[in-house]
């Protein structure tokens, strides 16, 4: 009922750039936080950046100066710009929300994920 897709994945060099988006949809009515995170292979599942429909954003030191989150919450929209890429940032890419949406059962609080965007750095 509620989906979250990913766009803007892709190989670049060290130094590039690339624009990560991810747009909700659904049944939602409110979307209290949405973030990056990201998982390289044999590794867990790490926290990029999180914004709050406030603004307030946290980041992950390895990214901080880097990466910039942003969001559109008229439009369910989050981005992630991502500059200065490393080949340590190198993962699937996935969006996460917090949000309410509602059913024919009523409303419900629920963690939602996409399925993930590739992001390759490498020369």
């Known amino acids: 009922q509620v989906q979250l897709v990913e766009s803007g994945g892709g190989l670049v060099q060290p130094g590039g750039s690339l624009r990560l988006s991810c747009a909700a949809s659904g049944s939602i009515v409110s979307i209290s936080s949405m973030g990056w995170y990201r998982q390289a292979p044999g590794k867990q599942r790490e926290l990029v950046a999180v914004?709050?429909?406030?603004?307030?954003?946290n980041y992950a030191d390895s990214v901080k100066g880097r990466f910039t989150i942003s969001r559109d919450n008229a439009k369910n929209t989050v981005h992630l710009q991502m500059n200065s890429l490393k080949p340590e940032d190198t993962a699937v890419y996935y969006c996460?929300?917090?949000?309410?949406?509602?059913?024919?059962?009523?409303?419900?609080?629920?963690?939602?994920w996409g399925q993930g965007t590739q992001v390759t750095v490498s020369s």
């Open positions: 996460n929300a917090d949000l309410l949406y509602r059913n024919s059962g009523g409303y419900n609080r629920r963690e939602s």
């Open positions: 914004i709050t429909s406030g603004g307030s954003t």
